[in-house]
């Protein structure tokens, strides 16, 4: 038993893990989190208490650190360019239309461009003619929350975005401290996402898939808080030794319930609200389902069951079901209020008076389904060709970034002082060496996943498989680049995790610990630099034709 607890107690110091004195099966179930330490405190002049108060709070001062820097760098000139980019052209107006109508209607081509009627948008002739969109509305209701308070213009549509993904910086310097049980290696996968290229262009611009990001990225979260939760019950129903260690117990492990969840209700609204952004939202909703359940069958066979699986199927599996299907299809549902509420919306009165099978089901949800269909239909079979399409066996290496917008000034305009003239681009770019690196931390994860059973790098592939994954069923289809931004956090989360085994365990030599410390820093710190570079083509800055053509590395950049 003892050589049992000793090989444990080493996995667990493994990336970011504090070494314990002692470990046992409540251990096991809920590592704890690491100590706060003082001595960073007292060594900036603190007294005894100060420290110890802001070192209580170390696991919030970083993350928050963090999440300023990002928030200053995705706030700065927002309103710039003060035009529409790219597919704002739809999402900005439908928005807009929301606000006006609670359903998207119609709008003559071109008008939101024009600088005269961004000033004065109730000259705008909206009419409240149904428009055909094929995109569900929540994406565009968080749009609007920005419009309703700045007005219809760049600003106004861009705000949520750049709240949204400064709040997804915040949440994945929490969600790495709780999955690595390190503060530190929580920032740094937080500190990645701040300088990721293509989440922060995404949160400048006005689309929808940084809301399906954001939205899935809280539904992880809440998972891993409810996966600590649960485990936690099932620990304090364990039976105590005479020394105070817990120990794997057949009648807790089989028949002990896990009692109100109310962390796995909330992922179960964020994946509703996942699915009411964009469809693909769905594929996250089903590989987070069968994740937690999985993850309950390793709480229940650590705490001493003999058919982990048939426990599960008992007491957790139907109780998932219904916590998480019914409340997504309700928040889903309910993302609709104002569609439901109109009786113009497109496509509301489709199943008034009509007969059949399903008739006992109210029309307007029989409308709402005939609806879907057809949007789902057109979204599968896009196949208009466009010059920055690309296949998802590109995305991981950068293959074909989007171009949103892109000016060349002459020498004495917009800022251009430069004979040869002068280019202005914004790019849909992942920061080249935070994804280079992410393809090799990938691999370290199977391989910890496969062979040493680690569970934290399977929830990590799990996630970004489910928002990468999918996209190749649809090879024929029309398809971007930027679709990646689900899975962006993820991918840091990632290096944040080969960067811990850089760092080593605890245990390990302090020369080992400083050379892994360099080693990631260094990564870390490179990628910084990788950021800064680009920042340019990021931002849509005036910068001379040299500089911009130095920063196309490949021919499919351009």
Known sequence: MEAE????????????????????????????FPEPGTRMWESLGLGPVAAHRLAKWGGWIGPLLVAVF???????????????????????????SLLKFGYEGTWPDGKISNPQILAH???????????????????????????????????GWRFMMALIGTLSVLMLCRIGRRLFRSTALGCVAGTLLAVDGLHFVMSRIALLDLVISFFAL????????????????????????????????????????????????????????ACASKWNGLYFLAVFGVMTVVWDVGS????????????????????????????ALVTYLLSWTGWFLSDNAYGRHWADGRGGTWSWIPAPIRSLWHYEVQVYDFNVNLQTPHP???????????????????????????????????????IALGTPLLWWS???????????????????????????????LPWFLYQDRTIFFFYAVAFVPYLCLAVAMMVGAFLGPPTASEGRRMWGAVGGGTLVLLI?????????IYTGMTIPYSGWQARMWFDSWV
């Open 218 to 273: 809280a539904a992880f979260g809440c998972l891993l808080i409810d996966r600590d939760w649960s485990r936690a019950r099932l620990a304090r129903a364990l039976p105590v030794d005479e020394n105070g260690f817990a120990r794997p117990d057949q009648h807790t492990g089989d028949r002990v319930g896990m009692g109100w969840r109310p962390w796995r209700i909330a992922a179960a609204v964020c994946l509703g609200l």
């Open 528 to 536: 910084i630099w990788n950021f800064i570079y680009f920042f340019p």
């Open 388 to 426: 920055y399409q690309s296949n998802p066996w590109s995305w991981l290496v950068l293959g074909r970034p989007v171009s949103y917008f892109f000016q060349s000034p002459k020498n004495g305009e917009d800022g251009c002082h430069t004979a040869s003239g002068c280019s202005r681009e914004i």
């Open 70 to 96: 990002a928030g200053a760098i995705r706030f700065w000139h927002l309103g710039n360019p003060r035009d529409v980019v790219f597919d704002e052209t739809y999402y900005a107006k439908d928005a807009w």
């Open 121 to 155: 948008p109730q000259v705008i002739p909206l009419s409240d003619a149904p428009g055909y969109v094929v995109h569900p509305p929540m994406g565009k209701w968080v749009i609007a929350v920005g419009e309703w308070m700045f007005g219809l213009n760049p600003f």
């Open 438 to 468: 992410a393809c090799f931390a990938l691999i370290y994860l199977i391989y910890r996943w496969a062979m040493r059973r680690d569970w934290r790098a399977g929830a990590i592939l799990c996630a970004a498989g489910a928002g990468y």
């Open 5 to 32: 607890s000793s090989a444990w107690a080493r996995r667990l110091r493994r990336f970011g893990y504090a070494e314990r004195a002692r470990t046992d099966t409540r251990d096991r179930l809920v590592p704890p």
């Open 300 to 327: 229940r066979r650590l705490a001493g069951a003999r058919r982990p699986y048939l426990a599960v199927l008992r007491k957790d599996l139907g109780w998932a079901a219904l916590t998480i299907l019914p409340v």
